[in-house]
């Protein structure tokens, strides 16, 4: 019993290693006259090609977040300060920092 408690513990750890893995990292910087400025702690949401929400989540006061899921075309609805900026976005699953201006 405690062997297969172990293995199941052990395949669900892998699981979610491999699927952080996997994930998009992206950082959302919001255009404001001059510059730009990070989307710190603002709600994201994606949706699919069907515009079903198929993510939700908040950045980090760095405008960063992890998108744990499939590679695909989405649109990304970032909410920061009050107001709602879309833009479309591929995510690839790769593992390196993107950098995303909203207008």
Do not use: C, W
């Not at 491999?18 to 950082?27: C, E, K, V």
């Not at 300060?81 to 993107?98: E, M």
């Amino acid at each position: 019993m405690k062997r297969s408690l172990l293995a199941a513990v052990m395949t669900l750890a892998f699981l979610l290693v491999a699927r952080a893995a996997d994930a998009d990292q992206l950082q959302f910087r919001i255009a404001v006259s001059g510059g730009d400025t990070y989307a710190s702690l603002a709600e994201v949401r994606l949706t699919d090609a069907q515009n079903h929400q198929v993510f939700r989540g908040y950045t980090d006061r760095y405008g960063r977040i992890n998108v744990p899921i499939p590679p695909g075309k989405y649109r990304a609805a970032v909410n920061a300060s009050g107001q709602t900026k879309t833009k479309p976005i591929d995510l690839t699953g790769g593992a390196k920092l993107r950098v995303i201006t909203l207008e």
